[in-house]
């Protein structure tokens, strides 16, 4: 039987610091880092450079198919980071905007688009393990993953969590905005027909309303610990 390298999943709705944590602890155990939210971002912002419609299911998910993107994990100032490079150009920072995850949840309900990902999604599972963040992670893309976790917060701290991250990079923001955003993205992401924002069943669930990232870090962290006991000793 294969032996498939590990894999924890960190799902949750944007905002609850699943990406954070999920770079973080891949930087830790040197695993390979899937931030599954940019790769719908990256589907959504070619869609706007190349003014195709989000309703154009066929155009979006023959993007999807084709996409022209690469991802790192670097050391930075403040620990590691994301990098996004779409054809070539470094996208990292417009991805991060709120205009973008709009548009990813919008190309994220299609079954056609969901499936041009799911095995490029996939393939980043390789040795020594992968730390995997999104919405369906470890209830679509990896069912069998041996740590699920799930992130929630309010949308309130949420969306005061985007706006202070906004105005720390100096983009104009609006909290209003941002909010209202956040509530119309969790509506489409919870009530799609297809991959819904829900824990898996054998999931962990950390409500991080009242808790720092660091704070969720050492959470993830010591079951992570408990759970690839085995697999990090080998490292």
Known sequence: MEIKPPVLTIDGPGGSGKGTVGQ??????????L???A???????????????????EAITKLALHLDA??????GVHGAESITL?????????????SCASAASQVAQYQMVRDALLERQRAFRVEPGLVADGR????TVFPDAQLKVFLTASAEIRAERRFKQLKGKGVDANLAAILADICARDERDKNRSVSPLIPADDAIIIDTSDLSVDDVELRVLNLAESTFQQELIAE
């Open 86 to 98: 779409l054809e070539d150009q470094d996208v990292t920072a417009v991805l991060r905007t709120e």
């Open 39 to 57: 790769l719908y971002r990256l589907v959504g912002l070619s869609a706007t450079n190349k003014s195709i419609a989000f309703d154009d299911v």
């Open 136 to 139: 369906d992670m470890g209830t």
């Open 24 to 33: 973080r602890l891949a930087w830790k155990f040197g695993w390979e880092f």
């Open 35 to 37: 931030d599954s939210g």
């Open 70 to 75: 690469q991802f790192a994990v670097r050391e």
